[in-house]
């Protein structure tokens, strides 16, 4: 019975992306937690346009459908990172290049790879993806997902993450961190 829920879940939100254009862009923690759904019912359907979901909004090449891909892109390469850094963030103004902008937006890009707690994916967004993550890559859905930063970016976040922050600020509780570390390989 859950499966079916799931399906009519993914079935629901492809028919408003496709109503409502930009309803799951990267708008802080707005726009997440749209894609998998849609992609898992287009999956257990074998429904092709509900597996290969628009990447971007009507009318753009630069602004990415869903919250998860618009926040997550590939920095400069570094030692650990030769393909470049996967860092969180959207393209927006920084506050007198303040990157820490409290009162405006909290997800601009981090060219720097700061994860310095007051942005969303602190609080709002890297979290709630860990699960998703796996779950795509268990279902060998990340080719699908068709946006690699995505992944590398959750690898990365639970990697500098699980030795400072309780499970559910790193995992999303302790249901995903046990499956992260038991299956995620």
Request: hydrophobic share 30%; proline share 4%.
């Amino acid at each position: 019975m859950l499966v079916y829920r799931l399906i009519q879940l993914g079935v629901d939100l492809h028919e408003i992306s496709l109503k409502n254009n930009d309803a799951f862009r990267a708008y802080g923690g707005f726009g997440s937690g749209r894609k998998w759904p849609i992609l898992f019912a287009g999956i257990m359907l074998n429904y092709s346009e509900m597996k290969n979901p628009s990447e971007y909004i009507p009318g753009s090449t630069t602004i990415r459908k869903f919250g998860e891909d618009g926040h997550t892109y590939y920095g400069q390469p570094t030692t650990d990172y030769p393909f470049g850094k996967p860092l969180f963030g959207q393209i927006c103004s920084y506050n007198n290049g303040n990157f820490c902008n409290m009162s405006g937006d909290k997800d601009c890009r981090d060219p720097a790879g700061l994860l310095d707690g007051c942005q969303y994916f602190d609080c709002c967004t890297s979290h709630t993806w860990v699960g998703q993550s796996l779950a795509a890559r268990l279902m060998g859905a990340k080719d699908i997902w068709n946006w690699p930063a995505f992944f590398d970016y959750v690898d990365r976040w639970v990697e500098e993450q699980k030795s400072v922050k309780s499970s559910y600020f790193c995992y999303g509780g302790d249901l995903i961190k046990y499956m992260w570390e038991n299956y995620r390989n």
